[in-house]
């Protein structure tokens, strides 16, 4: 019997959503985004449910995009491609939108559209062992749908010294770059995340919670969706590109690429 690619459970009114893919890294494919998409929603419709906690399988938190996803990508028409990408803007936005908070407890490293995941959600746990990274650009692809959320977290100059260089960079540096919320020691992170989602859940209200969501969103991002609409259109272009099948290629093969 095949495991679900993602765990759904609930208790004490706190939804854990976990990523279950430990032997490949918990690394992106069409069916996990729509999975985990679709356990987002639930929760978001579950009257049970008032704070949601996202993790991971396993010692990684998401690898980005996995090997035969990759692949595939190179067979795709463009129309195949921008329907892909409508799917990863899909499971960001809905994250970015849901009317309840969701934390993001990562406990292994969040690489490329895994770092974008971590970074879009609300609040922000990660071990100190956690390396983060948008590596697009050593792959000749664009980090195109996360960089709209991430330069609103940041600012410009951390923007493109993150996602120009590639560099990996570690949880205290994330935290620095207000990347994530808190750095949490491993044999405490969970303990610290389930407390802390319980008193949103005792202290504060369901309709505060979520019009303050709103609020910050809607200020702060008045542009959004004009900015990951053409976030799409660069994304499904990008994947023709010769760099991108050149990346691809010494990437599948663990080949050195030469730029």
Not at 165 to 187: K, R
Not at 232 to 257: L, P, T
Request: proline fraction near 3%; aromatic fraction near 8%; glycine fraction near 4%.
């Amino acid at each position: 019997m095949t495991s679900p690619l993602v765990l759904y459970s609930v208790a004490n009114r706190i939804a854990t959503i976990s990523l279950n893919r430990p032997e490949k890294r918990n690394a992106f494919n069409p069916e996990l985004v729509s999975s985990l998409t679709a356990a987002l929603l639930e929760a978001s419709d579950d009257e049970e449910v008032k704070v949601i906690i996202l993790k991971a399988e396993g010692t990684t938190f998401s690898a980005g995009a996995d090997l035969e996803y990759l692949q595939q990508l190179q067979q795709n028409s463009h129309e195949e491609n921008v329907k892909d990408s409508e799917n990863l803007k899909t499971l960001f936005t809905t994250i970015y939108y849901l009317p309840k908070v969701v934390i993001a407890q990562v406990e292994g490293h969040a690489i490329a559209g895994g770092c974008g995941l971590a970074t879009v959600c609300d609040i922000i746990f990660a071990v100190p062992e956690a390396n983060f990274g948008y590596t697009e650009v050593k792959l000749g692809f664009v980090p195109a749908i996360v960089s709209c959320f991430l330069m609103r977290k940041t600012g410009e100059t951390i923007a493109k010294k993150i996602l120009l260089t590639g560099d990996l960079f570690s949880a205290e540096q994330a935290l620095a770059y207000n990347l994530i919320t808190y750095v949490t020691n491993s044999d405490k992170i969970d303990l610290t995340v389930q407390n802390f989602a319980l008193k949103l859940c005792e202290e504060t209200s369901s309709n505060s919670l979520m019009v303050t969501k709103q609020l910050i969103g809607q200020t702060t991002n008045p542009a959004l969706e004009n900015a990951l609409n053409l976030a799409v259109q660069i994304n499904a272009r990008v994947r023709e590109s010769d760099d991108f099948k050149k990346g691809i290629a010494a990437f599948i093969s663990k080949e050195k690429i030469k730029w």
